[in-house]
């Protein structure tokens, strides 16, 4: 446990670390959001359980639409403070909190927008951040155990116990996967530097050397130009 402790606070230290995975965090972070818009308006269209508060439901998706057009938008993200991608996660838990509510409780599809959480966090936020949102959206997933009665006849609490171990794992994985590319780029670049050191290396010798053989050259000259104006001279 000590070594994988360890093992986790060396990884994802360049998370969010250079503008462009500022600007890609951005953009992804709009695509998701609009991605749920789209999908919870065509939920509305489909047979199920009837939703009363259908102006809540509106209101959320118009918000999601809003924010993801902004994340998309020409504004400079890459240079927004990083802070702000945090801003973007933690209202997005608070707005499938709400939308679940407002959706059937347990049964409100809502509850599959967390696996958004789950991968952007493990992406783009480093182990022990993503970890903590892995948590979160397990403490959201819980949350209709204090408003619906039917949460625990309908087995939430049994669910709890298989899907947060489960939005662990599957965030592990990714953490895992993008490490391994991250530690190969790391390699590449890493091998990729002695041999530039070599190239330049190896042009600076010859540039040196051409000017040792251009001067020996001018030198030449020189000799041969004094040897045809001495006797001349004489």
């Known amino acids: 446990m000590a070594r994988l402790r360890a093992l986790m606070s060396s990884w994802g230290d360049e998370r969010l670390a250079s503008p462009g995975e500022v600007a890609l965090a951005s953009r992804v972070s709009g695509v998701l959001w609009l991605s749920g818009a789209v999908t919870l308006l065509l939920t509305l269209a489909l047979p199920g359980s ?16 809003g924010w993801g057009a902004l994340m998309l ?5 890459a240079h927004s403070p990083v802070r702000l991608s945090h801003v973007s996660t933690i209202v ?4 499938v909190a709400a939308l679940t509510r407002v959706t059937g409780g347990t049964d409100s599809p809502a509850l599959d927008y967390l696996w958004f959480v789950v ?5 783009f936020y480093t182990p022990r951040q993503a970890l903590a949102y ?6 959201v997933h819980a949350l209709p155990l204090l408003y619906d009665s039917h949460a625990v006849d309908g087995n939430l609490a049994r669910e709890l116990v298989v899907v947060v171990p489960i939005y662990c794992l599957v965030g592990g994985v990714v953490v895992a996967g993008r490490e391994l590319l991250a530690g190969a780029t790391r390699k590449a670049r890493a091998g990729s530097a002695p041999a ?6 190896v042009l600076a010798a010859a540039r040196g050397d051409g000017r040792r053989r251009g001067l020996a050259a001018r ?3 020189r000799a041969r130009l004094a040897r045809r104006r001495l006797p001349a001279g004489r």
């Open 50 to 65: 009837e939703i009363d508060r259908l102006w809540a439901v509106a209101a959320i998706a118009a918000f999601a639409v």
């Open 73 to 77: 938008s020409t504004v400079p993200w």
């Open 92 to 95: 997005s838990l608070g707005v």
């Open 119 to 123: 991968v952007y966090a493990a992406f």
């Open 134 to 139: 892995w948590l979160a959206c397990g403490v």
């Open 196 to 201: 530039a050191d070599d190239r330049r290396a």
């Open 219 to 221: 030198r030449h000259l």
